[in-house]
C-alpha cells in the first residue's frame, strides 16, 4: 500500500469516527455514534496492520 493511499484511509477513518461521535452527540443515542466509529476504527487499524506486515522482513 502506497504512503499516500494509507494517509487517505487513516484520513476517512478519523472522519467516520467525528462523524459517528457528532451524530452520538446530536442524537443523545450513544448506539448511534456506534457504527461510524466502528467503522473508522476498523479503517485505521487495517492501514496499521498493512504497515506492519510490509516492514517485517522475511
Known amino acids: ?6 494517509y487517505l484511509i487513516i484520513g476517512f477513518g ?4 467525528l462523524a459517528g461521535i457528532y451524530e452520538g452527540v446530536r442524537s443523545q443515542e450513544p448506539m ?12 485505521i487499524v487495517t492501514v496499521i496492520i498493512e504497515r506492519n ?3 517485517q522482513p522475511e
Open 32 to 43: 448511534d455514534s456506534l457504527s461510524g466509529v466502528l467503522i473508522g476504527v476498523a479503517l
Open 1 to 6: 500500500m502506497k504512503k499516500q493511499t494509507g
Open 14 to 17: 478519523i472522519a467516520s469516527i
Open 53 to 55: 506486515k510490509n516492514s
